[in-house]
């Protein structure tokens, strides 16, 4: 079987629950959105290779946290399963659109960032059920902070696993919007997140 890959690299999580954890990224390549503002555009290319070689090449870091992101990972749910499957005693974590519903069962933790005008409700309802499942709403406005607050009320989501991020590529806009939204999420009760490896690295995802 083969993988679509766009990169393979060791860095701390920038964002959501596990911000600051030392973790082994996978970047599988394509998306099935088309979002303005994403800042892995260039997941959409990629290099195709057997899954027992994407396996090995994780295996070689000698780190047990793997975070499967892309792009849409679980466009490659087939060769990330297989790949899971050798690397069965790793912790496994996803992040992923929501478009494409996944069984959370599989993973340590699965982050949900649902992107405006492509959520469903089918897609909150059947992830709300999961312990290990948190949502990430980027965010670049009060509006579209308003609009999703919205959402969390009218689905029932558990608030302690809702996290805001400020929308934006650069160091920036990240300053520009941390601190507004950081006050929105307190005043609302909500988590903050950063994008912590771009406060750090700009651009770049790590070292
Ligand atoms: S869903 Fe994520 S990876 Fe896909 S285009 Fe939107 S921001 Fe980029």
Not at 3 to 18: A, C, D, H, L
Not at 43 to 55: E, R
Not at 109 to 134: A, F, G, I
């Amino acid at each position: 079987m083969q993988v679509t890959v766009n990169e393979v690299f060791k860095s701390i999580q920038g964002e959501g629950p596990r911000t600051g954890r030392l973790t082994v990224f996978v970047r599988l390549s394509g998306c099935n959105l088309k979002c303005e503002w994403c800042d892995t555009k260039y997941a959409s290319k990629g290099q195709k290779i057997p899954v027992q070689y994407l396996t090995a090449m994780i295996s070689e870091y000698r780190w047990l946290d793997v975070t499967w992101t892309g792009g849409e990972p679980t466009l490659q749910q087939k060769a990330m399963n297989a790949c899971m499957n050798k690397l069965w005693s790793y912790n496994h974590h996803l992040e992923t659109n929501g478009y494409y519903l996944v069984n959370p069962d599989k993973y340590t933790t699965v982050v949900v960032s649902p992107k405006q005008d492509q959520w469903t409700s089918e897609m909150l309802d059947y992830y709300k059920l999961y312990d290990n499942v948190y949502w990430k709403f980027v965010v670049g406005s009060s509006a579209e902070f308003e609009m999703w607050d919205r959402v969390v009320v009218a689905h029932n989501l558990d608030r302690r696993r809702v996290f805001f991020m400020p929308k934006g590529e650069t160091k920036a806009k990240q300053r520009a919007l941390m601190k507004p939204i950081a006050e929105w999420c307190v005043v609302n009760g909500f988590n903050f997140s950063p994008r912590l490896h771009t406060l750090i690295w700009g651009k770049k995802r790590g070292i």
